[in-house]
């Protein structure tokens, strides 16, 4: 167990492919989401991706407690997803804010899918296949944006809406990172 260093942006690997797992139910695996969910829980994330502690493999985690960086939102079973496919059931589209551990401080307006069907593996190789809508559906296509090496400023539309959270929410408590 152990908190893992965070890439910020600009390192290149958080714009590569993540490479798929292979293998699951392994040793090595169960000890990288272990070293994951400490990470997240260290830094108050809503998620983790593993190229963002260096590791090019589609693994994702998010969920499991309440976030103080999104004291608002619905709480997300902890879910460990591995080699995800996204599939949106409709054009509908909403804004809203989101922050990322490898763009610390900072806040931007993105807009995504309302409702969606993801499904993968989790780390014994059972199937994941889930119908989600609003924060849920948000915070899976955000770790499952980095698998594909984005990162969500690269999906703002309006660039006025990015900022230093301490400049967008004056005077509001929000976790810097
Ligand atoms: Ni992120």
């Known amino acids: 167990m152990a908190v893992l260093p965070i890439l910020k942006m600009g390192a290149p690997l958080l714009l590569q492919i ?3 797992v292979q293998q699951f ?3 090595e695996l169960h000890t990288l989401v272990a070293d994951m ?4 829980k260290a830094h108050n994330g809503a998620g983790l991706a593993a190229p963002q502690i260096g590791i090019s493999l589609q693994l994702v985690i998010f969920g499991g407690f309440k976030s103080p960086r999104y004291p608002d939102a619905e709480e997300i079973p902890f879910t460990v997803l591995l080699n995800p496919t996204l599939l949106p059931l409709n054009d509908n589209t909403n804004n809203g804010w989101e ?3 490898s ?4 806040r931007g307006l993105v807009p995504r899918y309302t409702q969606l069907r993801y499904q993968g593996f989790d780390q014994y190789g059972r199937v994941i296949d889930r119908t989600v809508s609003d924060f849920h559906a948000r915070v899976v296509q955000h770790e499952v944006d980095h698998l594909d090496g984005i990162l969500y ?5 309006d660039m006025r809406q990015f900022g230093f959270i301490e400049s967008l929410f004056p005077g509001q408590q929000i976790s810097d990172d």
């Open 25 to 27: 139910d392994t040793p």
């Open 153 to 157: 400023p690269m999906r703002i539309k």
């Open 99 to 101: 922050g990322c551990l």
């Open 18 to 20: 993540a490479q798929p």
């Open 103 to 106: 763009v610390p401080g900072m």
């Open 37 to 40: 969910l400490d990470t997240m």
